[in-house]
């Protein structure tokens, strides 16, 4: 399925202008809190009317202001699965999932047990959500969903609420239930690991519009923006001077011999994810980092170490370590570190 959107809308201190294409089957937005990532899944929904603009789905044109075209959400067949599930509190699970369903009524009745056994919701059927578990109604939402045979889902910020146990387990039952779905899935986040793990194409979003759109993976290693690095979990990151032929961080204290960010005047921003650091000299080309005045803090499975990576650096670096690889008790810090040269995040 092709989703094809571009469209603005006015919300007087807010803008929002999103443009984007793709023909992924499951696609992640990443933002923070207010980028207007759950408005863009209104608008495509037909929740939210654009002040302009176009959303093709599949070759369907959902809405297009110079047409003056806009369906309704119900023409559109698209499922919402909202943060909170929106079922009705005083329906039961059987009815909830058939609510507005327009077949004969043994035909409907059928279609709703065939739900009921698809998401394991046998035995509640004449429950209502506030007797439900949160997985249990996170279920009965899907069910609600899928009996329609959508052409696409969007899910917003479904685990946003839940706590950590609780988010990872619905997180993988969501994903096992949609296994099978031939439709387009957009799940919006500001939890780098969910679109880490659900997407295979990611769009990152701030301030309204799009900053970056590419394959999940290549984001997470390439993410090219300040706010996509961010955003992605970059812990590290400090600007770039270019200072008589040298690439300089004057922050850390640190020159870099790299020859395409000479060359590259849009690289403005260097950044290192705590994690890519070693502690063994690695095969090609790599960057040296002292490690001068640490700071460590410990955690359940790892130590932050933080540190200056020069005497005349004013901003320290972040080193994450597994327990597994280096104890606190058992080893003397190491003088200096490294990181490989295709490691060290070129951002502008």
Known sequence: MAVDVKIQKNFGAFQLDVQFQSHSRRIGILGGSGCGKSLTLKSIA????????????NGRVMFDSKEKKNLSPQERRIGYLFQDYALFPTMTVEKNIGIGL???????????????????????????????????????ALARIMIYEPDMILLDEPFSALDVYLKDKMQ?????????????????????????RFSEEALVMADGSLVVQKPTKDLFDHPEKIEAAKLTGCKNIAELERVNGKCRIPKWGVDIQMPEVKEDKGVCAAGIRAHEFELE???????VFPVLDPKITEDMFEYTISFFASKTGTERIDWKISK??????????????????????LLR
């Open 46 to 57: 037909g929740i939210e009317t654009p002040n302009q603009g176009k959303i093709v789905i």
């Open 102 to 140: 327009k077949c004969g009524k043994e035909e409907k009745k059928g279609k709703v047990k065939e739900m009921i056994k698809r998401f394991r919701l046998e035995g509640l059927e004449h429950r209502l959500p506030g007797e439900l578990s949160g997985g249990q109604k996170q279920r009965t």
């Open 172 to 196: 993988r039952e969501c994903m096992e239930f949609l296994k099978d779905y031939s439709g387009t899935v957009i799940l919006v986040s500001h939890s780098r690991d969910e679109i880490y």
């Open 281 to 287: 000299k690695p095969e090609g080309a790599f960057l």
């Open 324 to 345: 597994y690889q280096w104890n606190l008790k058992e080893n003397v810090l190491p003088q200096e570190i490294y990181l490989r040269k295709n490691k060290l995040l």
